[in-house]
């Protein structure tokens, strides 16, 4: 599941995901439009770039990358796109 505007939902699956750096997985999920409460069926392709960063985009929109930063934890520090 992924909410839109919030980055904690890319958390959840950054954190289960047992990839090695330069590694990347295809996780299928349903993402929730929070002002419509719309749900679609995506699915969203994830690649760890480093031991703390991280690059998602959909299969849907394979252009639209977003590069992502965690901390010692796993949750997002800093997200393209204006999350900080």
């Known amino acids: 599941m ?3 505007g919030t980055p904690i ?17 295809e996780v299928k999920t349903a993402v929730i439009n ?5 749900v679609v069926p ?7 770039l480093g031991e703390r960063f991280w690059r998602y985009t959909t299969l849907e929109t394979p252009g ?16 393209e796109g204006g999350y900080e």
């Open 2 to 4: 992924a909410v839109v």
């Open 9 to 25: 939902t890319h958390c959840i699956a950054m954190r289960q995901l047992p990839l090695q750096v330069g590694h990347g997985a």
């Open 34 to 38: 929070t002002e419509t409460l719309s």
């Open 42 to 48: 995506r699915t969203l392709v994830f690649e760890r």
């Open 64 to 79: 639209a990358l977003v590069e992502v930063r965690v901390d010692e934890y796993g949750l997002v520090e800093t997200e």
